[in-house]
């Protein structure tokens, strides 16, 4: 059937317009001040006969940095990466000395489907914000690539 208003969504999840590269997001993370050990990965997984990915995107704050300005600002870095619709979600890792639990200053700044552990100071560098939330808040995937100038707000 015709689409003429082009309404319909594209039959690959990979490779889309808009957004940003790998390479371009890895750059803009390596840029942020008060950052250190970046990195972002695109992984995926198989389960049964479906395949699905995820967006880790890592790094080291100082301790002054602004934790949930920071939080949002990588997750919205890892849903503009354009590779492969991250359909299980962006997972946000950040080391701080001292480490407070990364998936509670997530919930207290509104990702109430975070998810995350405590029990051991490695996991509570990581929250794992779901598809879902992470699309109700940025919207459609790829998403807008996020400005430097959105940290220093």
């Known amino acids: 059937m015709d689409d003429p208003a082009g309404t319909a969504k594209p039959s690959s999840s990979s490779g889309r317009d808009g957004g940003q590269s790998v390479a371009q997001a890895k750059a803009q993370l390596k840029s942020i001040t008060g950052l250190s050990a970046t990195s972002i990965e695109v992984d995926e ?6 395949k699905h990915h995820q967006v880790l995107v890592k790094a080291t704050a100082d301790a002054s940095a602004d934790l949930p300005a920071l939080i949002d600002h990588l997750a919205q870095l890892g849903w503009s990466v354009n590779q492969d619709e991250p359909d299980t979600g962006v997972y946000v890792r950040l080391q701080v000395s001292p480490q407070p639990v990364i998936g ?18 490695r996991l509570k560098q990581l929250v794992l914000l779901p598809e879902a939330s992470v699309r109700a808040r940025f919207g459609a995937w790829p998403g807008p690539v996020p400005s430097a100038s959105d940290l220093s707000k």
């Open 45 to 50: 997984t198989v389960s049964g006969l479906n």
């Open 104 to 121: 509670d200053i997530a919930k207290q700044n509104g990702w109430k489907d975070a998810a995350y552990s405590t029990s051991t100071d």
